[in-house]
């Protein structure tokens, strides 16, 4: 951002920060705002900056949608079911909005990178008030202070940049864990994919800037910490001076008060001995991968443009299982790929049963426009996506059921992180990203407690507390 134009926004900042404190003097509250984040932890962690700068011109949250007096939907374009969503929910927007003239929308995130969405949203929903994209989330400020003081309509998106927005401020939603961004965009162009589209290239963090970012989150008594990149692997490739994921895995292990730190996603193609042996060394570093498969047939994999085969991908969970024995790999998986024959899909099926899997998440094939695949020919039926995808699943559920009982009996660290569900019980994660309930009074959350695991289902593990 050239100068005249940080200056330009600080300004609005302070006109806007003081039209906010006289709306609290002469309501007796501060103006509201409500996120609805759609999507993965990139835009959990995106509505974790938005509300950071909400914050910091004087709005509060509410977790009433209804009465709020800005709503903002941070939305996802991965699936069509996450598209659908985000428009039946505008939908209902669209009457409060009649009846509450005052209200403000927002729409923003994966979404709005799209023309074609952006102009159906302009067009039939046009009550929306801000457009801003996942490359402007910076100038959300100077957005609202163009309808509220300008009365104008705001559209801002760029389409790909170079540049990184440090020190946004954020409202964090847990204090004992956080989401650390090491890069962003992605290169990989996987053929069913739209990220690289909507979040462009992939630039990674200095270094230096996501170290001061860990050790302040340490001194603010976080624990926890998972870095996030669409490709954590390939982290440091594009910086001036070559830092590599690895080297940065050893950095953040040195930090003090951090106990865990997680990462997400891991391409396979990029998994390096260097980062199976920093895994290994780092205390901190949690002993488990998520490592996306998507397919196990050679052919499916060749036309997702993935980069590895089914025995290279072997290769690697072997390496990472030699070196580190109780490692949990978690995977995603895509059923019904365009021209996936049913031989293709027993090849899933093996790899599953080869890797045994500790969790999954399973996708059906969901046709995006502008990517290769859209155009690629055999789309497969629904009901035969939706038959592979229920035999995938009884498969994985076994899998992963027995997992889950080799742990009864054994006794894990569990980070606390919130009452669940069931009254008076506790929920929290062990290392390997095992889910556990148990029975404990609230101010254990955020602590790493012992519980002994007296009971297991597919989903969760259920246990009791031990010194
Ligand atoms: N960057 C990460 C994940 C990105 S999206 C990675 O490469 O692993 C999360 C998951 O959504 C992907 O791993 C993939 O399994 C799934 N996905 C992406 N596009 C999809 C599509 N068009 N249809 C179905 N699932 C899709
Ligand atoms: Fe999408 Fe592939 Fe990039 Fe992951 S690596 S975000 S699946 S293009
Ligand atoms: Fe994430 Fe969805 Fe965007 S998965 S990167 S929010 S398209």
Same mark, same amino acid.
């Given at each position: 951002m050239k100068k005249e134009e940080l200056k330009l926004v600080s300004e609005q *900042?302070?006109?806007?920060?003081? $039209?906010?404190? &006289?709306?609290? *003097?002469?309501?007796?509250?501060? $103006?509201?705002? &409500?996120?609805?984040?759609?999507g993965c932890q990139m835009n959990e962690h995106d509505s974790e900056k938005i509300a950071g700068m909400l914050t910091s011109i004087g709005y509060e949250e509410t977790y009433d949608d209804k009465n709020a007096d800005l709503v903002i939907f941070n939305t996802c374009l991965i699936r069509e079911n996450a598209e659908l969503k985000v428009f039946g929910k505008l939908g209902e927007v669209k009457g409060l909005k009649r009846n509450k003239p005052d209200m403000l929308v927002a729409v923003c995130g994966c979404m709005m990178q799209?023309?074609?969405?952006?102009?159906k949203l302009l067009k039939s929903f046009s009550f929306v008030d801000i457009i801003f994209g996942t490359n402007t989330i910076h100038?959300?400020?100077?957005?609202?202070?163009?309808?509220e003081i300008n009365n104008k309509k705001s559209v801002d998106i760029i389409d790909n940049t170079e540049l990184i927005y440090e020190n946004m401020p954020k409202n964090r939603k847990f204090k004992f864990k956080a989401l650390v961004n090491i890069t962003y965009g992605c290169n990989n162009f996987c053929t069913y994919c739209v990220v690289p589209y909507v979040r462009g290239r992939e630039k990674s963090r200095e270094p230096i800037e996501i170290i001061n970012e860990v050790k302040a989150l340490a001194q603010d008594g976080c624990k926890e910490i998972t870095l996030l990149?669409?490709?954590?692997?390939?982290?440091?490739?594009?910086?001036?001076?070559?830092?590599?994921?690895?080297q940065l895995l050893y950095e953040l292990n040195k930090i003090d008060g951090i106990e865990r730190i997680r990462f997400m996603t891991s391409h396979p193609k990029d998994l390096s001995d260097d980062l199976i042996k920093a895994i290994k060394e780092c205390d901190k570093v949690c002993n488990h991968v998520h490592l996306p498969v998507q397919a196990g047939s050679n052919d499916v994999l060749r036309r997702m443009n993935r980069k590895y085969t089914k025995e290279h991908y072997l290769e690697i969970v072997d390496k990472l299982k030699t070196a580190i024995p109780d490692i949990a790999i978690t995977t995603d998986i895509i059923v019904g790929f365009p021209g996936e024959t049913e031989e293709d899909f027993l090849e899933t099926i093996d790899i599953v049963k080869k890797v045994q899997y500790d969790s999954a998440f399973t996708f059906l094939y969901s046709l995006r426009e502008g990517t290769k695949a859209a155009v690629m020919d055999n789309q497969i039926p629904d009901e035969v996506k939706h038959e592979r995808?229920?035999?995938?699943?009884?498969?994985l559920y076994e899998i992963v059921l027995n997992k889950n009982e080799q742990c009864i009996g054994k006794v894990f660290p569990v980070l606390v992180e919130s009452l669940s569900k069931t009254e008076n019980t506790l929920t929290g994660r062990t290392e390997?990203?095992?889910l556990v309930h148990f029975n404990g009074s609230e101010d254990l959350i955020g602590k790493i407690v012992n519980v002994k695991i007296t009971n297991v289902k597919t989903f969760h593990m259920e246990g009791i507390t031990v010194d």
């Open positions: *900042i302070i006109e806007l920060k003081n $039209k906010n404190e &006289h709306f609290f *003097i002469m309501n007796g509250r501060r $103006k509201t705002y &409500h996120i609805l984040t759609y799209k023309k074609e969405i952006r102009e100038e959300l400020p100077g957005l609202i202070y163009n309808v990149g669409q490709n954590v692997n390939s982290y440091g490739s594009n910086l001036e001076n070559k830092f590599t994921f690895a995808f229920n035999k995938l699943l009884d498969v390997h990203f095992r």
